[in-house]
T-cell receptor, first 113, second 109 residues
Framework: GAVVSQHPSWVICKSGTSVKIECRSL??????MFWYRQFPKQSLMLMAT?????????EQGVEKDKFLINHASLTLSTLTVTSAHPEDSSFYIC?????????FGPGTRLTVT | LAKTTQPISMDSYEGQEVNITCSHN???????ITWYQQFPSQGPRFIIQ???TKVTNEVASLFIPADRKSSTLSLPRVSLSDTAVYYCLVGADTGKLIFGQGTTLQVKP
């Protein structure tokens, strides 16, 4: 099946700093990528939809100035958590659409201290 | 977006067949039904997708009745490694997928 990678797999940062997470579709081109967040024992929550070459569409309640999304190419989308705070600590998962199917990355564990 | 309803949890024993049913009463004409499996601290893994009737692959079967208001994921002869959370999602191939609470399957020896 199609492969989606994320980097880094885990990151620890200090409060107030920014962190960038990369999402790549390795063997297919993805015009649309999605970013999710998952807290412990909870389901995935969609944060935003990212289309190549255009601005991301954010879900209600997600701060677009805090979670910067860039989809510069058909194989790469990035999520930057700006001025991170401990409450931003979570598991961030990206996905990419390849045809009718949507493939998910392995996730990035962010811990803000 | 169609909302899905699944049992919160299910228990099974190794070697048994497990059927997880999902309700999606408001499914739209162009919506597909997709099931994912998620292990702790991993991204969801695609299991199977269908539109109507029955779909089978090497790991599961998906049964969809004619009215498409529900679907059943069937896992044959489960093993301990099938313990995971299973999500049923509906959506068009150009739309976004919204996750429900999922079904936590616990397979016991």
């Amino acid at each position: 099946g199609a492969v989606v990678s994320q980097h880094p797999s885990w990151v620890i940062c200090k409060s107030g700093t920014s962190v960038k997470i990369e999402c790549r579709s390795l063997d297919f081109q993805a015009t649309t990528m999605f970013w999710y967040r998952q807290f412990p024992k909870q389901s995935l929550m969609l944060m935003a939809t990212s289309n190549e070459g255009s601005k991301a569409t954010y879900e209600q309640g997600v701060e677009k100035d805090k979670f910067l999304i860039n989809h510069a190419s058909l194989t790469l989308s990035t999520l930057t958590v700006t001025s991170a705070h401990p409450e931003d600590s979570s598991f961030y998962i990206c996905s990419a659409r390849g045809g009718k199917e949507q493939y998910f990355g392995p996730g990035t564990r962010l811990t803000v201290t | 977006l169609a909302k899905t309803t699944q049992p919160i949890s299910m228990d099974s024993y190794e070697g048994q067949e497990v059927n997880i049913t999902c309700s999606h009463n408001n499914i739209a004409t162009n919506d597909y039904i997709t099931w994912y499996q998620q292990f702790p601290s991993q991204g969801p893994r695609f299991i199977i997708q269908g539109y109507k009737t029955k779909v089978t692959n090497e790991v599961a079967s998906l049964f969809i009745p004619a009215d498409r208001k529900s679907s059943t994921l069937s896992l044959p002869r489960v093993s301990l490694s099938d313990t995971a959370v299973y999500y049923c999602l509906v959506g068009a191939d150009t739309g976004k997928l919204i996750f429900g609470q999922g079904t936590t399957l616990q397979v016991k020896p």
